[in-house]
C-alpha cells in the first residue's frame, strides 16, 4: 500500500559525495519517522541516520559530521547527504519509511528497494 522508489547511489572516489532520496508513494495519512540504513556483505543492517515529522535527527557514530539527513514533507521523500565518503561507507543503503495509512488508524513501515553505494579509487 506504500511504495518507496530509492536513487542516487553510485560509485564515487574516497573523499567524495553522494546524495540519496527515498520518495514514498500510496495510501499515506501520514509519515513520523524516516530513516536510512546500510548492509555492507557480510555484517548486520545498522542505522545510518533518522528524521521525525518534526525535523529531530539522529545519526550512526560512524557517519557524524559527514552525512546529513532532510525531508521534503510535501513530497513525502526523504535525502541523505553523504560527504567526506569513505571505503567503508560502501554498503546497500536502504530508506524505511513510518507513518499511518489511509484514515489514520492503521500504522505502515516500508522498506525501499535498496541502493548500492560504493567508494574506491
Known amino acids: 500500500q506504500v511504495q518507496l522508489v530509492e536513487s542516487g547511489g553510485g560509485l564515487v572516489q574516497p573523499g567524495g559525495s553522494l546524495r540519496l532520496s527515498c520518495a514514498a508513494s500510496g495510501s499515506i495519512f501520514s509519515i513520523y519517522g524516516m530513516r536510512w540504513y546500510r548492509q555492507a556483505p557480510g555484517k548486520q543492517r545498522e542505522l545510518v541516520a533518522g528524521i521525525t515529522s518534526g525535523g529531530s535527527t539522529n545519526y550512526g557514530d560512524s557517519v557524524k559530521g559527514r552525512f546529513t539527513i532532510s525531508r521534503d514533507s510535501a513530497k513525502n521523500t526523504v535525502y541523505l547527504q553523504m560527504n567526506s565518503l569513505k571505503p567503508e561507507d560502501t554498503a546497500v543503503y536502504y530508506c524505511?519509511?513510518?507513518?499511518?495509512?489511509?484514515?489514520?488508524?492503521?500504522?505502515?513501515?516500508?522498506w525501499g528497494q535498496g541502493t548500492q553505494v560504493t567508494v574506491s579509487s
Open positions: 524505511n519509511v513510518q507513518g499511518f495509512l489511509n484514515s489514520g488508524y492503521s500504522e505502515f513501515s516500508s
